[in-house]
């Protein structure tokens, strides 16, 4: 149920779905999400869904992880990419092989010291995580060429506009109602920030202080 066979078909119904960026795909065929979730949900890993982490957190659908990441690197190659909910850390992950380095806020410690152990096993070196609550992004190495934020808040977090560098983007599902946000791309320019909807989708809620 983790064969090559099995991650094979996710990737064609991806496609199937319309996403293109090949750069995206491969790293998603090549990425290993069954070590990302709980044994007892492994043979799940590769089926387009969401499943539980423990502590009432989620790893998020492969499509919307795609479509993210997607979003994320339409404008170019990027160096520094701020994330915000590390969670299992399969979105760092696939990150960590798309851009020079990431930089990731859990504010569960549990869940971080999970993610840290499985990007030791993957010998995946250039990423760096915070406890922290992400309202407040990471300021120490701002401004970052993107932001993906993957827990929805019922605004953007005013941290989060200023620590995205001009011509940088942010990819973030926003909204008050729990289980349907607009997932938004907003772009800097020199002027101010421009936003457009992708999508609608279903995210647990950013919420506030540390876990
Ligand atoms: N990208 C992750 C998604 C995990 S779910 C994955 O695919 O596994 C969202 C994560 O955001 C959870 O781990 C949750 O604990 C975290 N989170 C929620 N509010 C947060 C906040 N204010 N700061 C940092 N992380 C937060």
Redesign the pocket.
Known sequence: MTSQRTRDRLIDRLRDKNIQNESVLEVMRSTPRHI?VDEAMATRAYEDTALP?G?G????QPYI?ARMTEALLDGGPLEKVL??????????ALLSRLVKRVYS????EA?QQQARLRFQELGLRNIRLKH????WGWDDYAPYDGIIV??APAKVPKPLFDQLKVGGRLVIPVGEQEGSQNLLVVTRTEEGFDSKTLDLVS???????R?
């Open positions: 990302f982490i502590l957190q989620t790893i998020s992880v994330e915000i909910g590390t969670g299992s850390g399969y979105q760092t806020v859990e504010r569960i869940l922290s609550d992400g309202n993957t827990a995210f647990v809620p950013l919420l506030g202080g876990g």
